[in-house]
């Protein structure tokens, strides 16, 4: 059955690859293919399910590779990718034959090759600058559905297969990505990258969301996780989107250049001001109802104490995205930003308190 599964598997690749030289310029043939690989990720056969993870990233590459110029630093991404992807799957089936030769139950190469694999398509640290570059250069079609779909399937995976990572390995390099992440868009200016970045950090509190209904075991939190995914895609999505318009037709980059652009649309501006506000999860906003949720179902004061942790680099995400709020909008003045800020203030204030009352 399993060599059945795997030549179908091999079969849809290369039929897919024949769509896609004769029908390049009509997108919908990609997302077609995608979606027909996308029907063996509900196999429940590791083997199978884990080399059409693996197919699932060609579709999308020659998509980009037809449909934008091949520069040096995209072309550098794709070969990363393209290595990585089948030396780990080279290394995965080598150590599932060595575990059948030496009858082990436990095989550490493999959790760590399986661990790997996972981090490189969620994507986390240290392997998410292909996802960068990719936002960067690619079109705005492809940077909407890599953001609102593609990078989404790694929830399937880690639903699926949880028990076979390094589920604690996931749960330390998750932390450091949000870490990181609040570090990078400091220094940076780019609106793409700045969304790029923002899903990188949504993926690491999502899979947080997992890691924390595995342990309490409270299947609620699975459905409301699956409800923050499905509100975050749309918002990445449509982040990219709007944004992606703005860059095709007004060459509008960073947000200096955004500056000029936004004192003479002020209903644009208060559409994104919305929009960033419901995707970081503001207060009074459905997505920290859920998050809020979440955060009463947690009875640990471990866990506690890292959501307090989450919502803290959450609001200084939204604090940081929203500093060329200062200079370029209308709409916001300064007396409105001192406000936000206080209030920020004062909601951390509010979150300490919390703690300690659960504490003591």
Do not use: D
């Amino acid at each position: 059955m399993m060599y059945l599964f795997f030549f179908q598997s091999l079969f849809f690749l290369v039929f897919n690859l024949f769509m896609f030289y004769n029908f390049f310029r009509r997108e919908i043939f990609f997302i077609f293919s995608i979606i027909v690989l996308l029907n063996f990720l509900f196999i429940s056969n590791i083997y199978v399910f884990f080399i059409v993870y693996e197919f699932l990233v060609f579709p999308l590459l020659i998509w980009t590779l037809l449909s934008c110029s091949m520069n040096y630093i995209l072309s550098r991404s794709f070969i990363f990718l393209f290595f990585i992807s089948y030396v780990l799957t080279f290394l995965f089936f080598l150590s599932f034959l060595l575990l059948s030769f030496c009858f082990l139950q436990y095989n550490f190469v493999f959790f760590i090759l399986f661990s790997l694999s996972f981090l490189f398509k969620a994507p986390l640290f240290p392997f998410f600058n292909w996802l960068i570059f990719l936002h960067v250069y690619a079109s705005t079609g492809i940077s909407v559905f890599l953001a609102s779909f593609y990078l989404k399937l790694w929830a399937l995976f880690f639903l699926f297969f949880y028990f076979y990572l390094s589920y604690n390995l996931i749960l330390y390099v998750s932390i450091l990505t949000c870490i990181l992440v609040l570090f990078f868009i400091v220094f940076e200016i780019n609106f793409k990258r700045l969304i790029a970045f923002g899903s990188i950090f949504h993926c690491s509190i999502s899979i947080l969301f997992i890691y924390f209904s595995y342990i309490i075991q409270l299947k609620s939190l699975l459905i409301l996780f699956f409800i923050i995914h499905f509100i975050h895609a749309f918002c990445s999505g449509l982040f990219f989107y709007t944004f992606g318009i703005l860059y095709e037709f007004f060459h509008i980059k960073t947000w200096i250049t955004f500056s000029s652009f936004s004192k003479f649309w002020n209903e644009f501006i208060f559409f994104v001001f919305l929009l960033t506000m419901v995707y970081f999860s503001f207060p009074l906003f459905f997505t920290f109802l859920v998050e809020l949720t979440i955060l009463v179902n947690l009875n640990s004061q471990f866990y506690f104490f890292l959501y307090c942790f989450l919502i803290f680099t959450n609001f200084i995400f939204l604090f940081l995205n929203f500093k060329f709020f200062y200079n370029t909008l209308s709409l916001v003045s300064l007396s409105y930003y001192m406000s936000v800020k206080n209030y920020f203030s004062f909601f951390l204030v509010l979150i300490s308190c919390a703690f300690f009352s659960h504490c003591f």
